[in-house]
């Protein structure tokens, strides 16, 4: 997760206070030169989509490569019913979303749908209008769920659904952020002025 040049700041973990409250970490690397491009993935999208509409960042960064970005908040609108449905049984929602993290990932629940956290994130749109975004998700994604949470349209952005024009690419969560044919798309929008071939090979799960 890196962008194409300047000096690279490496933070093994990075805590963001939104409102006093919700917090991120994850592990992350960010380069903080204006005008240097992001490529993140899984929930590093979310820190570094918080850096630009929550901190400051809009206007450095000019473009964004999201890898499996739950821009929408992972299960969307569907949480809504498992949250209605734990209550008639007498489980608070707050329980509920603890219980996606499972004791090994504290921030997910917060990157569910309908979280005060996402809500509040995307409630002056999902994108920034200063960035360009890259989006890459696929139809075999396990954790952004349904796909095109990952993929929403807007103006500004271009997204790339694994899948169109190569059924051979059986990526899933792991594999997107780690295969040839993500990164000739991910690089390609990060240095589009020279493009390489993007190839349609087989892509295992997992592996990449």
Not at 33 to 46: R, S
Not at 173 to 196: F, K, Q, T, V
Request: hydrophobic share 45%; glycine share 12%; proline share 8%.
């Amino acid at each position: 997760m890196r962008g194409t040049s300047g000096s690279l700041l490496i933070l093994a973990m990075l805590g963001i206070a939104a409102s006093g409250a919700a917090r991120a970490e994850y592990p992350v690397s960010f380069n903080f030169f204006a005008g240097i491009p992001y490529e993140l993935a899984d929930p590093g999208n979310i820190v570094g989509q918080y850096f630009i509409k929550r901190l400051g960042g809009s206007g450095q960064v000019d473009k964004f490569v999201a890898i499996a970005a739950p821009w929408l908040g992972t299960y969307g609108d569907n949480m809504a019913m498992v949250r209605a449905f734990a209550a008639r049984l007498g489980i608070d929602a707050a329980t509920v979303d603890a219980a996606v993290s499972m004791g090994v990932c504290p921030a997910c629940s917060e990157m569910l749908g309908g979280d005060p956290f996402m809500t509040a994130l995307n409630a002056d749109g999902v994108y920034d209008p200063t960035v360009a975004y890259t989006n890459l998700d696929t139809r075999y994604d396990e954790l952004i769920v349904p796909y095109t949470i990952g993929l929403v349209p807007g103006p500004n952005v271009a997204n790339f659904f694994m899948q169109d024009g190569c059924p051979i690419d059986y990526s899933d969560h792991l594999a997107i952020a780690g295969s040839h044919r993500g990164a000739m798309i991910a690089l390609n929008a990060l240095d589009p002025e020279h493009p390489r071939p993007v190839p349609c090979e087989f892509v295992p799960p997992l592996t990449g």
